[in-house]
């Protein structure tokens, strides 16, 4: 069986990630559903064309010359992934 200490200490690693590259990093690492919809801007222009198809975003780094459209949905997602991590963090220490 694992050990409370080594839950926490995994949890504690994973909430350290995301304060480290998630909260503060808007631009790349994401997958499609942390981001949203695209804006018209960076929409997939032909689906037929499977480099598109793969990435379904012309812009999916948020080059802000194009568009930021990502941006507050990767926000919520970030924020809303924290805050899960920290509430398991503090039921595991209750036990």
Request: overall charge positive.
């Amino acid at each position: 069986m694992i050990s409370k200490i080594k839950i926490l200490e995994e949890i504690n690693k994973q909430i350290n990630y995301f304060k480290k590259y998630k909260v503060n990093n808007y631009n790349s690492g994401w997958s499609s559903i942390e981001s949203g919809p695209c804006c018209d801007q960076c929409k997939m222009f032909n689906p037929k064309d499977p480099l598109q198809s793969l990435i379904r975003c012309t812009n999916p780094f948020q080059i802000e010359e194009h568009c930021q459209c990502h941006i507050p949905f990767r926000k919520v997602a970030a924020y809303s992934q924290l805050i899960l991590l920290e509430n398991l963090r503090l039921i595991i220490k209750e036990l």
